[in-house]
């Protein structure tokens, strides 16, 4: 039992854990991407270029494009990322692919982040949930999370996975342990699409660019609770209520059992078998940094096709703001400053999660609040958390997800704006 505790301390310690290095203070992971983007910054676009072609590649190698309409809408979509990809990192190409918010912003603040985030997350992933820990928590938060959640005691650490670390590793998370036959088809949907928002690390970013950072833990911990508030109300409705309770072709379930006895005594014997039966830690990390590269190369072409065509239709077409009306009877009903404007920086986030705070940087203070919990809440946006979880072997149908991100959207409104009236207006 040495294995549980040495390596599930390790891998706590890399993905929840802040330290403050220099003038900076964030997870280990963060820091460790970090000294590679210092450390090497001229070889990133080539090694983000390898991945990407090689995510563009491989669905067609794998016959994966051909398994449904959303695999070859998806597979094509990665060839033209490829191309995207290509052009921003040999320079050719059309003047307005090379504006900072576009192109480059793509390249520099997504692709080459979750690019080193995934593989450096994989191994230590390991050590996370190959050795006891999840099922030792997972029986001791399993009246919390079934409850609130209908989802196992497991699932906390995805959730936790996810806002200290990123949405892209708690995927890769969710799917493997479905792979497992460990989560149902509709639980790691639930997962997917209800805990796995954008980390710590990035809504710093989006406080700070909003002004935020003087309200930092009113609006972390607000924007947690309204998150997971809004997640508990989804998984009770269509369409995420009704997906079926079915586990992945070909594994064998293996649910979550309410314990006999003494809960604590239930989970130290759930984390013994669970180590008893582990591989050793080379295998582990193997099978894991695999995942994680795969996982990248999934999701890489993904974020440069489609983040650009959500940027492109968010700079020169109305599309957002016809999208902003289905929002603005609740933000006109509910008295939030500047009602219109910030219904379209919540249509806009489906695109892609920072937009929302380009729009509103000027604004009062409570339009700032509201537009920064949304962004993150909504958890669904098309340049990089929709890639990932088509990237995983989770069935999805993409027009569900827009009804979803709509659900999640209007119920963070309902809650964020009393709120940021109350407590900052």
Not at 332 to 345: D, H, R
């Amino acid at each position: 039992m040495w294995r549980f505790f040495v390596y599930s301390a390790v891998g706590a310690f890399v993905f929840f854990v802040p330290v403050t290095i220099g003038e900076r203070s964030t997870i280990m992971l963060d820091h460790f991407v970090t000294w590679i983007r210092d450390a090497v910054p001229e070889v990133l676009p080539y090694y983000a270029l390898l991945l990407v072609a090689g995510g563009a590649v491989h669905p067609y190698v794998s016959g994966r494009w051909r398994r449904s309409t959303t695999d070859v809408i998806f597979s094509v979509l990665k060839v033209l990322g490829l191309v995207v990809c290509t052009m921003l990192v040999f320079g050719f190409g059309p003047g307005w692919l090379f504006e900072e918010s576009m192109g480059p912003f793509l390249l520099n603040a997504l692709v080459i982040a979750v690019g080193l985030l995934v593989p450096i997350g994989a191994v230590f992933l390991a050590l996370l949930v190959g050795y006891g820990l999840m099922e030792f928590i997972g029986v001791l938060v399993r009246p919390l999370m079934r409850p609130l959640f209908r989802t196992p005691g497991r699932s906390a650490i995805d959730a936790v996975a996810s806002f200290v670390g990123s949405y892209s590793l708690a995927l890769l998370i969710t799917n493997r342990v479905y792979l497992e036959g460990r989560y149902t088809q509709r639980e790691a949907l639930t997962i997917g699409t209800g805990f796995s928002t954008v980390s710590a690390t990035f809504m710093v970013v989006v406080a700070s660019a909003l002004d935020l950072m003087g309200h930092w833990a009113f609006y972390f911990w607000s924007t947690l609770l309204i998150t997971f508030a809004v997640t508990a109300v989804t998984v009770r409705v269509w369409p995420l209520g009704a997906e079926p309770e079915r586990y992945a072709p070909g594994t064998t379930p293996d649910p979550e059992t309410a314990p006999e006895g003494s809960r604590f005594a239930a989970a130290w014997a759930a984390a013994r078998d669970t180590v008893a039966a582990a591989p050793s830690l080379g295998r582990a990390v193997a099978s894991t940094l695999r995942d994680g590269f795969l996982m990248a190369m999934a999701i890489l072409p993904s974020i440069l096709s489609i983040g650009l065509l959500g940027l492109l239709l968010a700079e020169y077409t109305p599309v957002f703001d016809w999208l902003g009306y289905l929002f603005y009877p609740v933000t006109w009903l509910l008295q939030v400053p500047e009602p219109l404007l910030v219904a379209k920086a919540a249509a806009l986030g489906v695109s892609e999660m920072f937009l929302p705070a380009a729009l509103v940087a000027e604004s009062a203070l409570v339009t700032r609040y509201v537009v920064a919990v949304v962004s993150v809440s909504q958890i669904i946006f098309f340049s990089a958390l929709v890639p990932s979880l088509v990237a995983t072997e989770i069935p999805v149908s993409i027009p569900r997800l827009v009804v979803l991100w709509a659900e999640r959207v209007l119920l963070s409104l309902l809650l964020a704006i009393p709120l940021g009236l109350v407590v900052l207006g």
